[in-house]
């Protein structure tokens, strides 16, 4: 695949329940799964209930993977942080990793909003949001990912 077909997506949402280990192995088999058919890849990062994700593949099989995600009733508050074209993938190396994170290592994103807070997306911009791909991706260097 030439890498100017390469597009990412990042999304924010919120667990309509908390989600335990069995819940979060079923999105992520399922998950993995379909990345792997679609050429697929990402990363999935799981706090106390919120969920950021970043996919990254040929932009068509993103934005339909995203439509699909956006009707999924185990979350809502879906809202897209960041959409565009990348020159290479970040997470190459999984159809979906995976990992879970402490709230303070969200609140320092850049891009992300606490969409428990009064003044959820009443500045947000998703064209100010452009690093935001690379900023995730410092989760795959910094610490362990679940596999």
């Known amino acids: 695949m030439a890498s100017s077909t390469l597009h990412h997506l990042v999304y924010q949402s919120i667990a309509t329940t908390p989600l335990d280990d069995k819940a979060l192995e079923t999105i992520l088999v399922q998950s993995r799964a379909w990345n792997e058919t679609h050429n697929l890849t990402g990363i999935l990062l799981y706090c106390e209930g919120e969920l ?11 934005h339909y993977i995203f439509d699909r995600i956006r009707q999924d009733q185990r979350h809502f ?6 959409d565009g ?11 979906m990793g995976f990992k879970a994170v402490n709230p303070a290592a969200f609140a320092h994103l850049k891009g ?12 947000y911009s998703e064209n100010e949001n452009t ?9 795959v260097i910094e610490d362990e990912i679940r596999f």
């Not at 508050?77 to 960041?82: A, F, G, N, Q, T």
């Not at 992300?112 to 500045?123: A, E, F, H, I, R």
């Not at 690093?131 to 989760?139: D, E, G, K």
């Open 52 to 62: 950021m994700q970043v996919l990254e593949g040929e932009k068509e099989e993103v």
């Open 77 to 82: 508050r879906v809202v897209k942080l960041s």
């Open 112 to 123: 992300y909003t606490n969409p428990q807070g009064d003044t959820y997306l009443s500045t």
């Open 131 to 139: 690093s935001l791909h690379s900023v995730l991706s410092a989760f």
């Open 85 to 95: 074209p990348i020159q290479e993938r970040n997470f190459s190396q999984w159809s």
